[in-house]
């Protein structure tokens, strides 16, 4: 399995509060995506990051913002939380290798709720 | 990315061959079939992806049509653990930060 570690697992929160979900991966690779997932929606890409510090949007990104300061981590904010953001949040990576990107692999989620 | 159809559910008696089928009939000339499966409360799992019938590996083997307008995955000995929404998706490989589009995918269920 590709080493993804993503944190916490598992967080409940108030709205207007800010909240950050950490991906950490150990295979260098040089791409990382967020995305979330809602019934009826599938998995949507918020943003994604291309390397140290460059990062941009993806289909969902309003209410959410990235920052990515070493190769390994790749944070994602939620300034001021609302209901609508209640989902599964998936990390992933991909590697760019013999001239080709890879596929990407996935985290096991966190589960947050927003009350 | 091509648009694919997949059926919503299959069942299938552990130890026997699981083939998921995929409808991708305006796949063009450089796109692939990627395969991956999510199993309840985990990560997408990322399977195997090919062009032609040229790939394989240890979890299962794609079988891709002639004309490329459709593919089958196939499980060749399902085993309880490969219970899960199985996903096939038609994309470019060369594409970076692109988000992998997930259809509704086909619900396995391996039982004893």
């Known amino acids: 399995d590709a080493g993804i570690t993503q944190s916490p697992r598992h967080k409940v929160t108030e709205t207007g509060t800010p909240v950050t979900l950490r991906c950490h991966q150990t295979?260098?690779?040089?791409?990382m995506y967020w995305y979330r997932q809602d019934p009826g929606h599938g998995l949507r890409l918020i943003h994604y990051?291309?390397?140290?510090?460059?990062?941009d949007k993806g289909e969902v990104s309003d209410g959410y913002s990235v920052s990515r300061s070493k190769t390994e981590d790749f944070l994602l904010t939620l300034e001021s939380a609302t209901s609508s953001q209640t989902s599964v949040y998936f990390c992933?990576?991909?590697?760019?290798?013999?001239?080709?990107?890879?596929?990407?692999?996935f985290g096991d989620g966190t589960r947050l709720s927003i009350l | 990315d091509a648009k694919t159809t997949q059926p919503p559910s299959m069942d299938c008696a552990e130890g026997r061959a699981a083939n998921l089928p995929c409808n991708h009939s305006?796949?063009?000339?450089?796109?692939?079939v990627y395969w991956y499966r999510q199993i309840h409360s985990q990560g997408p799992q990322y399977i195997i992806h090919g062009l032609k019938n040229n790939e394989t590996n240890e979890m299962a083997s794609p079988i891709i049509t002639e004309d490329r307008k459709s593919s089958t995955l196939i499980l060749p000995h399902a085993t309880l653990r490969d219970t899960a929404v199985y996903y096939c998706i038609v994309r470019v490989v060369h594409q970076a930060g692109t988000a992998l589009i997930f259809g509704k995918g086909t619900t396995l269920s391996v039982s004893s």
């Open positions: 305006t796949i063009s000339g450089n796109e692939y």
């Open positions: 992933a990576i991909s590697a760019f290798r013999d001239r080709e990107h890879q596929p990407q692999h």
């Open positions: 990051s291309y390397g140290v510090k460059d990062t």
């Open positions: 295979e260098n690779h040089r791409y």
